[in-house]
């Protein structure tokens, strides 16, 4: 009987490959039984390596059948066979990367939910907002547990540009998701970019209404980010009004959906300012300020403002939206911590020097305290480079 051409060469050392680092043959052992600590290194490679010896016996055989004695041709333990093989090799090797690299086991594999990491970045990462850093923790936390929420959680993050809104929500998207802002269970949307022209409103209600329903659709847990919320058409706003809305949950069968809407927001800032700064007169830590200090001034203050719908929308009068967070206004250290961050993100050296340059580099206000960096630290990165040799 005329024989196959033998497989390449290549072939037999890719499926052997393990065999340098397994010693022994096994016998009738299972290989992924051994006195090796279980998990370890040499573990995973002697089960492999012992795979690979059988895997490759089995082809041969069925190659070349003239060459196998009976015992080689045998199923082996269990009822081995080709296709067995291969997914007992894959099984070993998967539980060996998941080892050391985090494994989707169950559920959507695009969210990751790290409250650690959370929490973690916005106690390291974010400077000057205690306020921030404890509300978003302990509300999205909070949501994110609930076997079945209500509505959808709506957070309304305000401040001076460059205190950190952008910077919280990509925290969120990198913390929830795996893909972090490029998901696609994240969307986000910037008003003056996504929905420029009112007199396309109507288009604009159809295209937000696709995007919200389909990922909705597509994802257990949903997170979606309005930019620059102020600038929102009354017509969208309108539009997100269900969205937000409390519902009824069926029968407790399974979990609810998830979502998250986030609004950013320069609206109400000045407040924020004015009640920071009398603070710091007083003589008092900002780090004291809570949030019955400031929740109902802001709201006054969105609320009564006529250069924006946001605060005469039903998100705010029909209380859909679940907090304002306040972000204060940044003061010469933080932007000095910024300086650094920006160093070290970029593997740039730095000195105590290199970081006061950078923070006298900004605009402080008011005129007469020079407290407040009125862009707080949003061009920092971009400074650096004014420094370097």
Not at 170 to 181: K, P, S
Not at 197 to 218: A, C, F, K, N, W
Not at 263 to 291: D, H, Q, Y
Request: glycine share 8%.
């Amino acid at each position: 009987m005329p024989r196959g051409p033998r497989p390449p060469l290549w072939l037999g050392l890719l499926l052997l490959l393990p065999l340098a680092a397994a010693p022994g043959h096994g016998g009738a052992e299972r290989p992924w039984e051994g006195t090796d600590e279980p998990g370890s290194a040499r573990a995973w490679l002697r089960a492999a390596g012992a795979l690979s010896r059988r895997y490759w016996t089995l082809f041969s055989c069925q190659l070349w059948p003239d060459d196998c004695d009976e015992a080689d041709a045998a199923a082996g333990p269990g009822g081995w066979s080709l296709p067995g093989l291969g997914q007992r090799y894959l099984d070993i090797l998967t539980t060996w990367y998941c080892g050391f690299q985090d494994c989707c086991t169950g559920g959507d594999c695009r969210i990751s939910n790290n409250f650690p990491g959370l929490e973690s970045n916005l106690s390291v990462r974010l400077h000057g907002q205690h306020l921030a850093r404890e509300l978003v923790l302990r509300t999205v936390r909070g949501y994110l547990e609930m076997p079945w929420p209500e509505k959808a959680l709506a957070l309304s993050f305000h401040g001076w540009s460059g205190t950190g809104k952008n910077f919280v929500a990509r925290m969120l998207a990198e913390n929830l998701y795996r893909d972090g802002l490029r998901s696609d269970c994240v969307k986000m949307f910037i008003a003056t970019f996504h929905f420029p022209h009112p007199t396309y409103v109507d288009l604009y209600q159809e295209q937000l209404t696709s995007q919200i329903q389909g990922t909705q659709q597509r994802c257990p847990q949903s997170l979606f980010i309005f930019d620059e919320a102020e600038k929102l058409h009354p017509g969208l706003l309108e539009l997100l009004g269900p969205h937000l809305e409390r519902h009824a949950t069926e029968g407790h069968s399974t979990e609810s959906a998830r979502n998250i809407f986030l609004f950013l927001s320069n609206l109400g800032g000045n407040v924020v300012n004015e009640v920071v700064l009398t603070w710091l007169k007083a003589g008092r830590p900002r780090e004291e300020i809570t949030m019955e200090d400031l929740e109902p001034r802001l709201r006054a203050e969105i609320m009564g403002s006529t250069d924006s719908g946001f605060g005469h929308s039903r998100l705010v009068k029909e209380d859909l939206i679940d907090v304002f967070v306040p972000f204060l206004p940044l003061e010469y250290r933080h932007v000095r911590l910024c300086a650094r961050d920006a160093f070290l993100s970029q593997e740039l050296p730095h000195t105590e020097e290199s970081l006061d340059e950078i923070a006298k580099m900004m605009t402080y206000v008011p005129k007469e305290e020079q407290l407040f960096s009125s862009q707080g630290c949003k061009s920092v990165p971009q400074r650096i480079t004014y420094i370097l040799p």
